[in-house]
């Protein structure tokens, strides 16, 4: 398996978030419009109480700036002259990529001059704090996360996230689409984006680009053609995300590649093949010969349901491993 490397981060600018997010978290543009195009380079926000009070040592100003009721309540309860003097303060800093006022508090009209004068966009949200912060954080790390793609299918099987690669013409998609008519779910077909979310935890998504997301729930089965997996199986066969829990290679029946278990036997089909880093996480790895006298779906689901009982702290082969050592001792 060779993830491709995506760019180091997602792009993303104020006017996509306010695109993409706007009716979600009821923001409004309320000044700094010509600023709109200003990039968003990291998931951390900055509550800018400090600066207000005059303390400007750390200030982190590539953050987004969220004003909520105690920032707001401050300048309020300043004189004219001091407000004045905290607000000019925090506009000065041209690198703040956009200032938030969370539940829909009234701006000082400085602040709306001071955001057209300096085009730093200057926005409104009726949700509390809170909640705004929580739903910017997650969303910013998603979104700016560092990123690979892989041409493989995705597929949530019983729970488990199954990331599915092999070689050109391997049969992904046929097997994808046998594990979606059994009643699992589709998260991407053909190039998964892989983020680690959270630290430690992979991530994957579709790589479709959010205009193109009419194409998201196809499949494309050789012999086929595309399969509109939300039309012929409904809302339970499709995902937007799922964690990535394990990996499986399928390999031809003709191919001279050599199968290796997790202990170094050869030819031992199923077992765990010692495991795969992506993003320097790594997972579980097993490969599964493509055969007309097998069949690959319900391998996958045994493997699935193998994982789980992992979790829950058992292990059929560590078991059998022990029953061996047992009777070889009482010989």
């Not at 704090?129 to 979104?143: A, K, P, V």
Request: glycine share 8%; proline share 4%.
């Amino acid at each position: 398996m060779r993830p491709n490397p995506s760019n180091p981060s997602e792009e993303l600018t104020v006017r996509e978030l306010l695109n993409e997010k706007g009716d979600v978290w009821q923001l409004k543009l309320i000044a700094g419009e010509n600023g709109t195009g200003r990039g968003i380079k990291t998931n951390e926000l900055c509550r800018p109480g400090l600066l207000f009070a005059g303390y400007e040592e750390h200030f982190a100003r590539n953050r987004i700036q969220i004003i909520g009721m105690a920032e707001w309540s401050y300048l309020n309860h300043l004189d004219p002259e001091k407000r004045k003097d905290a607000i000019t303060r925090l506009f000065k800093y041209s690198e703040i990529p956009a200032i938030i006022i969370a539940k829909e508090l009234k701006p000082f009209e400085l602040m709306i001059k001071l955001a057209d004068e300096k085009d730093i966009p200057l926005i409104s949200s009726k949700l509390a704090t809170t909640l705004l912060e929580h739903f910017m954080s997650d969303y910013l790390w998603r979104r700016l996360a560092i990123s690979v793609t892989m041409h493989a299918d995705l597929l949530n099987v019983y729970g488990v996230g199954v990331l599915i690669g092999g070689k050109s013409g391997v049969g992904k998609s046929e097997t994808a689409l046998d594990l979606i008519y059994r009643g699992h779910a589709l998260i991407a077909d053909d190039i998964v984006r892989i983020i680690q979310y959270p630290p430690g935890r992979l991530l994957g998504l579709s790589a479709v680009r959010p205009e193109a997301m009419e194409i998201r729930n196809m499949l494309h089965v050789r012999g086929v053609g595309l399969v509109d997996v939300f039309n012929l199986f409904g809302i339970r066969a499709i995902r937007t995300e799922s964690p990535i829990d394990v990996y499986i290679e399928l390999i031809r029946f003709n191919d001279d590649e050599v199968l290796r278990n997790k202990n170094g036997f050869v030819g031992i089909e199923g077992f765990e093949a010692g495991g795969t880093e992506i993003l320097g996480v790594k997972i579980p790895k097993f490969q599964i010969i493509v055969d007309p006298k097998k069949n690959a779906a319900t391998l996958i689901e045994v493997i699935a349901l193998n994982h789980i009982m992992k979790l829950e702290g058992r292990d059929a082969l560590e078991e059998v491993e022990e029953i061996f050592k047992r009777q070889s001792g009482q010989r």
